[in-house]
Nanobody, 118 residues
Framework: QVQLVESGGGLVQAGGSLRLSCAAR????????MSWFRQAPGKERTFVIT???????YYVDSVKGRFNISRDNAKNTVYLQMNSLKPEDTAIYYC????????????WGQGTQVTVSS
């Protein structure tokens, strides 16, 4: 059974940092593109940042220079380092996994809450 388990969320003041982790179980992790999405209250889930099998990363402009994604294939884990956090970053953060070249995500985690206070 495939599981993606996020951790590391919490409450932080504006300007602070958090590091989220997403541990994958039951899948060939190195074969998957790993991404982070977020869903703010009352809004749809939106893409934040992704890392492909080769380690290339892509992100939305709103997190440029503040967020960084990395992966450790030996640990089947993807990380999201979030710096200079803003109140508008408040959301539930989800990790997703999809096979390279596909548009649909195969697996999702349960989400972890990030709250940034002003």
């Amino acid at each position: 059974q495939v599981q993606l388990v996020e951790s590391g969320g919490g409450l932080v003041q504006a300007g602070g940092s958090l590091r989220l982790s997403c541990a994958a179980r039951g899948l060939a992790f190195s074969h998957y593109v790993m991404s982070w999405f977020r869903q703010a209250p009352g809004k749809e889930r939106t893409f934040v940042i992704t890392i492909d099998r080769g380690g290339s990363t892509y992100y939305v402009d709103s997190v440029k220079g503040r967020f960084n994604i990395s992966r450790d294939n030996a640990k089947n884990t993807v990380y999201l380092q979030m710096n200079s956090l803003k109140p508008e970053d408040t959301a539930i953060y989800y990790c997703g996994a999809k096979l390279d070249g596909r548009s649909t995500y195969n697996y999702w985690g349960q989400g972890t809450q990030v709250t940034v206070s002003s």
